[in-house]
């Protein structure tokens, strides 16, 4: 099992460092695991095992519907504790988690997470911490998909909320998945993504999307 001190995340999360100093501290033995991209941590409907602490890399978080259709809800970060809600339901995992890349997790079982709580005090108000930040991120997420009235609107909403400091957008979701970020369809993303290159509000390469013009993008997002 590493230490506390080989745990490399990759943004600072001081609620994420006291539960994993609480783990490290306990007699819980973790699974320390690197995914693929494309792997399926669980899947909404199965049972609950556990969590996951994501160390390293970036994940989607998942619904879908009866009939098949997939609802992203966010993405995940480094940082993020994946099942949380689900464990301490103790039924089955509402959301389906899939690495966007390659990453590196902890796997703490449902048992061991309720013997912290129950023997931590520290352990448990990280927890809470946590959860509550994530009902915050939820939150966000539905005003950013449900404010814009249009398609067009609810993807400068997207590319502005994931532009880092140099205007760029890396390409790591397929139109698909961006799509089910938005709640639309793959075929509206590509168009809506080709009229803004053309317009030269953004320039779309083969690794990121650039954001040529702020200004008329934060103006479309408003719409």
Known sequence: MPSA???????????????????????????????RRGTVLFA????????YILLTGRATVSIASSEGRIVM????????????????????????VKTL?????????????IELMQQSPAGAQAILKI???????????????????TASGRLAKLLLHWSNGNGSVDRILTHEEIAQMMCSSRETVTRLLAILNRQEVIRVTSDSILIRDRLALEEIARG
């Open 101 to 113: 890349g390659p990453c590196r997790t902890d796997f703490i079982s449902r048992v061991e997470l």
């Open 73 to 96: 809800l966010r993405m995940a970060q480094a940082g993020a504790v994946l099942g949380l809600n689900s464990a301490l339901q103790n039924g089955s995992y509402d959301t389906t």
């Open 131 to 149: 959860l509550s930040r994530e009902l915050t991120e939820l939150t966000d997420r539905a005003k950013l998909l449900l404010l814009p009235q």
């Open 44 to 51: 909404e409907s199965e049972p609950v095992r556990g969590v």
């Open 5 to 35: 001190r080989q745990i490399e995340v990759e943004e600072p999360n001081a609620d994420l460092h006291s539960l994993i100093r609480e783990f490290h501290g306990s007699n819980i033995h973790n699974l320390n695991s690197l995914h």
